[in-house]
C-alpha cells in the first residue's frame, strides 16, 4: 500500500532532500508551504515542475505553523501515515534578533501539531528534527540522548522545549513521536547566511572575479558538520523503528571554519589568506565549542551512518556555487 507523509519545512535544505526520498520511496507527499508574495521556491522546482509528480504524487498545501485550524483540516484530509516535523526558524544566530518569533514557532509550533495529533485516530507516527544546539555549554563530550539540555541560545531553548514535549507527547499520550537530535548538516541547498554556505559560494564568486573578498565572523568556530542528505535519511529511518525513540545523529568529528576555507579555497585554487578578513559584527553572542556528537545510538538502532565525508561535502558545494555563479 502506498504510504502518505505530510512534511513541515518541506521548502527548505532538509524538506526538499526528504521529498526526493519519500517520492523514490514510492510515498505520496504532501509539503505545508508558508504563503508569501513569492512563489519562487527554488529547492522544489525540479520537483513542481515534474508533471509526473506535482499534483499526483507530490501537493503543496498553504499553512504557516500557527495555523490550528488550516493544519487540523489538512490532517483530517490527507490522514498521512507519517509527519515529518521539519519548519523551523533555522537560523541561531538570527534567534537572537527574532526569538519571540523563534520561540513561538519552533517550541509553541511543535507543540500544537502534537495537539493535533493527539486527537488523530489513528495517530501518524510523527518525527522532529531536534538541533544539537540544546546541549549548548556540555559538561561532557560527544554529547549523546541521555546528555543534560543546557542551551545558550534562544533558538536552542526552543528546541530543548520542543524536543521534551515530543518525549512527554511519546511517553504520556502513546505517540510514536522521535527527535533527531541533529548536529549541523549542509548542502549545495544550504541557506545563504549560514557560514559554511558564505565560505563555499565566497570561494566561487571569487575564483570567478565577482567578488572581491569575504568577511566572516571566528574563523575558529569549530563544529560536527555533516551532509544535508545522509541525515534525511536518518529521518526517514527513524520513522521505520518498531518503537520510538530518541537518536542523534552527528559525524563525531570536529572541524573549524578553517577547515572549510582550507578546502573550498583550495578546490579553486586560491589561499583563502589572500582575500578573508574577520569582522566582530559576524561574531556569536554565544558560540558553542563543545559540540560533538555521538551517533552510535543511530548506528544501533537504523544501522545509520554518515556516507559522506567532510571534503566531499564541500568540494560538492563549491561545484555547485562554480555553477549557480
Ligand atoms: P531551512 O531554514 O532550510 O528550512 C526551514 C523550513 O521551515 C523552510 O521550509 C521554511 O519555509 C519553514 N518555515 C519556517 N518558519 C515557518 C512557519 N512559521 N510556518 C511554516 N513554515 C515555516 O532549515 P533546514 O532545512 O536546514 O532545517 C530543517 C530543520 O532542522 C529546522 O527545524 C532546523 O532548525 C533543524 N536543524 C537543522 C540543522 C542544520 O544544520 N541544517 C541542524 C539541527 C536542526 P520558507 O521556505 O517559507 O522560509
Known amino acids: 500500500m502506498v504510504k502518505t507523509a505530510l512534511v513541515t519545512g518541506i521548502t527548505g535544505q532538509d524538506g526538499s532532500y526528504l521529498a526526493e526520498q519519500l517520492l523514490a520511496g514510492g510515498y505520496e507527499v504532501h509539503g505545508i508551504v508558508r504563503r508569501s508574495s513569492n512563489t519562487v521556491r527554488r529547492r522544489l522546482d525540479h520537483l513542481t515542475s515534474d508533471p509526473s509528480l506535482y499534483n499526483s504524487r507530490l501537493f503543496l498545501h498553504y499553512a504557516d505553523l500557527d495555523d490550528v485550524t488550516t493544519i487540523r483540516r489538512l490532517m483530517a484530509r490527507v490522514r498521512p501515515d507519517e509527519v515529518y516535523h521539519l519548519a523551523g526558524q533555522s537560523h541561531v544566530g538570527a534567534s537572537f534578533e527574532i526569538p519571540e518569533s523563534t520561540c513561538e514557532f519552533t517550541a509553541m509550533g511543535t507543540l500544537r ?9 489513528p495517530m501518524p507516527k510523527f518525527l522532529h528534527v531536534s538541533s544539537s544546539e540544546v546541549f549548548g555549554e556540555p559538561d561532557s563530550q560527544p554529547q549523546h540522548e541521555l546528555t543534560p539540555f543546557r542551551p545558550v541560545t534562544p533558538y536552542g531553548a526552543a528546541k530543548a522545549f520542543a524536543t521534551d514535549m515530543v518525549r512527554v507527547y511519546r511517553e504520556s499520550f502513546g505517540l510514536f513521536a522521535c527527535n533527531a537530535i541533529c548536529f ?11 557560514v559554511t554556505r558564505k565560505i563555499t559560494q565566497g570561494a566561487a564568486r571569487i575564483k570567478l572575479e565577482r ?12 563544529r560536527d558538520w555533516g551532509f544535508a542528505p545522509d541525515y534525511v535519511d536518518g529521518f526517514r529511518r527513524m520513522l521505520q523503528m518498531e518503537h520510538a525513540c530518541d537518536l542523534v545523529l552527528a559525524t563525531g568529528r570536529y572541524h573549524t571554519v578553517t577547515d572549510w576555507l582550507d578546502v573550498a579555497f583550495g578546490h579553486v585554487g586560491l589561499n583563502w589568506k589572500d582575500f578573508v578578513q574577520q569582522d566582530t ?13 555521538d551517533a552510535s545510538k543511530a548506528k544501533q538502532k537504523i544501522a545509520w551512518q554518515p556516507q559522506t565525508s567532510f571534503d566531499e561535502m564541500v568540494v560538492a558545494m563549491v561545484n555547485a556555487d562554480l555553477r549557480e555563479v
Open 281 to 293: 559584527k559576524f561574531m556569536r553572542k554565544a558560540d558553542p565549542t563543545k559540540l560533538i556528537g
Open 184 to 194: 549541523n548538516h549542509e548542502s549545495p541547498r544550504r541557506g545563504e547566511s549560514f
Open 211 to 222: 567578488q572581491g573578498n569575504l568577511t566572516l565572523g571566528n574563523i575558529d568556530s569549530r
Open 113 to 121: 501539531l502534537l495537539e493535533i495529533l493527539r486527537d488523530c485516530d
